[in-house]
């Protein structure tokens, strides 16, 4: 498929870019800043993803659209809007954890000892989630990670779930960003959670 992958520079970015061309996907990178060094087999466009007008025409022609970017620096309005007017079908959307539920009616974000430094991401993240809910049309779907999201290993091996946040044996929630890339890529090929949230970790 040819995919276009907005925030192809972030750290989510890189290991998502890295599992689509293993799989033999075209990618075309969008980024505010275009790196000195970009990798073989990828195109990377220069642009700003809250602008609807730039954004619309580098989307035309894609199978689907990956969103990847800080949630702090995107407007939900205007990707959805380019998407829709380029055309492309599906939205695929690099969610946060603070908005998975860690009891009925209660999410992450709100929890006590939830870090003052991740809270406006998190708040951004939950907001973007329910603009998506909203959209009638757009076949959407956002993974969120589990608590603890970073470089890691790539093993393969992690469970999915729904709206509330994951936690292995131990109690800890986490999930390595190169397996986060494995569920999303999965979700790319093979859709399971159309206009769905869904969550991946150990």
Request: overall charge negative; aromatic content about 6%; charged content about 20%.
């Amino acid at each position: 498929m040819k995919i276009a992958l907005i925030g192809v520079t972030g750290r989510v970015g890189l290991r998502l870019t890295t599992e689509l061309l293993a799989r033999g996907h075209a990618v075309t990178g969008i980024a505010r800043h275009v790196p000195a060094d970009v990798r073989a087999g990828i195109t990377i466009l220069q642009a700003e993803a809250t602008d609807t007008d730039v954004l619309e025409p580098l989307l035309v022609g894609h199978d689907a659209v990956i969103s990847a970017a800080r949630f702090v620096t995107s407007d939900a309005n205007a990707l959805i809007s380019a998407v829709n007017a380029a055309g492309v079908k599906r939205l695929l959307v690099v969610g946060g954890a603070g908005s998975l539920e860690v009891a009925p009616g209660k999410a992450l974000l709100d929890t006590d000892g939830f870090p003052e430094a991740f809270r406006a991401e998190a708040k951004a993240g939950a907001f973007f989630l329910e603009r998506l809910r909203s959209e009638p049309d757009l076949d959407w779907t956002f993974l969120s990670p589990s608590a603890d999201f970073a470089p890691g290993v790539r093993t393969g091996h992690f469970r999915l779930g729904g709206d509330q946040l994951l936690s292995d044996a131990t109690g800890k929630s986490h999930i390595s960003m190169e397996d986060y890339a494995i569920a999303m890529v999965d979700e790319l090929e093979r859709p399971a959670h159309s206009r769905q949230r869904f969550t991946v970790g150990y």
